[in-house]
């Protein structure tokens, strides 16, 4: 089964690229499938990993950025491959 991990998090205005920056420098303790960075207006970041497990299994997420750096905690959510 492939199961995607969804994370988004919203930077403080103006601070859209350092949010970027600080999510591509971490490093997962597994390595996905598959892991895509992209980035939104209102300086968003959303990172997607694809992994070959279980829906529920325990898997490496990214960590919350430091609370001066989001507007907000990050979303996450997980979701499984129905094709």
Aim: proline share 7%.
């Amino acid at each position: 089964m492939t199961v995607a991990l969804m994370w988004e998090a919203r930077a403080l205005p103006g601070r859209g690229a350092e949010l970027l920056a600080w999510t591509r420098a971490q490093e997962l303790t597994a390595r996905p499938l598959r892991r895509e960075t992209l980035r939104a207006p209102q300086d968003r970041v959303l990172v997607i990993t694809w992994w070959d497990a279980a829906y529920d299994a325990d898997l490496p997420e990214l960590p919350e950025p430091d609370a001066a750096l989001v507007t907000r905690a990050v979303h996450r959510w997980r979701f499984e491959s129905v094709g």
